[in-house]
């Protein structure tokens, strides 16, 4: 990424949701801010800053609040609205007290006042506490485009009566209310809190999520980590409901580079490396389902018998927490006895440097976002099975849209899976796709591409907030 002139007064402020996949997204963008010039102030949880691998550099430090969670409790996705409350209802006190003292500068370290607030788009509060305080603040949502319209066309699909979807409909059927995505989008499509709610005047989640996609409209900006290339038509719809937008993805494209990458949660196993160097090109089949998702023992078998059945070798990230901590060591040896010298397990892999490598053929995934653009800006042909949240519009895109990949979607069955790894792995025509994409969005992060230009100008649009 070019440097640009800014001026060393513009010191931002970058506050994700703690949790891994945002955090790794926004320390990215840090990245690219600190190439400009700026400096940033990086607020983690205190849980958190215990645990991130902390990189530096003169204009970066880290800081860190109470997450308002006792120590002990479980920060995992089944109690991520107990997170977000606390949030919200407690740690933005604290984050309040953080930014006012922030304001003073610390002429001693070398940072200037903090003159812009980058939130997490998923805490509203985050934004409105800082300009309450007067510091102007932007919105950063680290999921898709395509998942974010979705969400703010909530009040679109229950007034078409398309939700809650009522007893006897077909998943399969076309979903009306979408903008632009009414030809391919159907029920099973949207993203998973649209499924699980019945009352949707009284539904928790869906009134949480929609007030924040909606807030981000009241943020002097909405950024997200996304290419023209790749979500141009959802980009088009959400502009009029912002008051500006910037597509500046991925991120992790743009600024490949340290100071900022570090922030892994998880100890890498780079030993998946040397063990993908012996295999032969193309051949491997890549596993993860991400940092989050959790499977139950009936479908880590049904996901272990279709990867032996498939025939290929397989590299499989089970994180210790993913089917329940206890079974973690015994399904390592199922593992190892199934897929014999064929399967490599590892708890957490450098899934960059795993997608990179010349010896991975196809990637079965829960499509988070930061795994498909990974995915999308190596060429890699993905096999989706989506677990949550944006994930199952995501995984819509990939098979339907881009043609990247199959949707395995809602079906966790061996020879499912078997046969969908086998297409993904000798498709040319999803070879072909997957590596026309990657093309697409290789040019959107270089220089004169579509997210070059959009990061030079939302930094001059922080410097000009700065003055
Ligand atoms: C979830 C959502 O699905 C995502 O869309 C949202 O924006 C953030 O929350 P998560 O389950 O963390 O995300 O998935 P994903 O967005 O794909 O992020 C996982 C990250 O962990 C990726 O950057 C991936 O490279 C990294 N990872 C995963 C590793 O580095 N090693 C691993 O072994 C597994």
């Given amino acids: 990424m070019d440097m640009v002139a800014a001026t060393p007064a513009a010191h931002v402020l970058m506050f994700p ?29 205190d849980h958190n800053l215990r645990r991130a691998a902390a990189a530096s550099s003169p204009r ?33 006190v604290a984050y309040r007290s953080l930014l006012a003292s922030l304001l003073l500068g610390d002429a001693t370290g070398g940072f200037p006042p903090v003159t812009c607030v ?21 919105a950063f949502r680290t999921d898709s485009a395509c998942s974010f319209l979705a969400y703010l066309s909530l009040p679109r699909l229950l007034e078409l009566g398309e939700l809650p979807f009522k007893d006897g409909d077909d998943l399969d059927e076309p979903v009306r209310g979408v903008p632009g995505m009414e030809s391919f989008l159907r029920r099973r499509d949207l993203p998973s809190q649209c499924r699980d709610c019945s009352d949707p005047d009284n539904d928790p989640l869906l009134q949480i999520v929609y007030g924040f996609t909606a807030h981000s409209g009241n943020a002097r900006a909405l950024v997200l980590n996304t290419a023209a ?28 580079t340290a100071p900022a990458a570090g922030g892994s949660l998880w100890r890498e196993d780079d030993g998946c490396l040397a063990w993908l160097d012996g295999q032969a090109d193309g051949s491997v089949v890549y596993v993860s389902l991400g940092s989050l998702t959790v499977i139950s023992l009936e479908q880590f078998t049904e996901f272990l018998h279709g990867l ?55 990637f079965l995934t829960h499509a988070g976002w930061n795994s498909t653009l990974e995915a999308a ?34 079906v966790c069955d061996a020879a499912v899976v078997a046969r969908m790894v086998r297409e993904a792995m000798e498709s040319g025509q999803i070879r072909a796709s997957a590596q026309a994409l990657a093309r697409e969005v290789r040019r959107d992060v270089a220089d004169g591409g579509s997210s070059t230009a959009e990061f030079k100008r939302l930094v001059e649009f922080i410097v000009e907030l700065s003055t």
């Avoid at 040896?333 to 590892?346: D, N, Y």
């Fill in 118 to 138: 980058v939130a997490d788009g998923i805490m509203s509060f985050a934004v409105d506490v800082a300009e309450e305080l007067g510091i102007p603040a932007l």
């Fill in 17 to 45: 949701c703690p949790v891994h996949g945002h955090i790794t997204c926004m320390l990215h963008f840090a990245t690219g801010l600190l190439a400009a010039g700026l400096h940033v102030t990086f607020l983690h949880s």
């Fill in 60 to 92: 970066l430090r880290y800081v860190s609040i109470p997450d308002g969670l006792p120590v002990e409790h479980p920060r995992d996705v089944g109690r991520i609205v107990e997170l977000m409350e606390s949030l919200k209802t407690k740690a933005s």
């Fill in 229 to 256: 290339s790749m979500e141009r038509a959802a980009l088009a719809h959400i502009a009029p409901h912002m008051r500006d937008v910037f597509a500046i993805g991925p991120l992790h494209a743009m600024s490949p």
């Fill in 377 to 410: 800006v190596e060429g890699v042909p993905m096999v989706c099975w989506p677990f949550f949240t944006d994930q199952q519009i995501n995984s819509r895109f990939v098979g339907g849209v881009w043609r990247t990949g199959l949707d395995m979607k809602d």
């Fill in 308 to 362: 032996v059945a498939a025939g290929y070798p397989f590299l499989w990230v089970l994180r210790p927490d993913m089917v329940g901590a206890s079974q973690s060591a015994a399904l390592r040896e199922a593992v190892a006895a199934a897929g014999k010298s064929k399967a490599r397990v590892v708890e957490w892999a450098p899934q960059r440097g795993v997608l990179r490598h010349r010896a991975v053929g196809c």
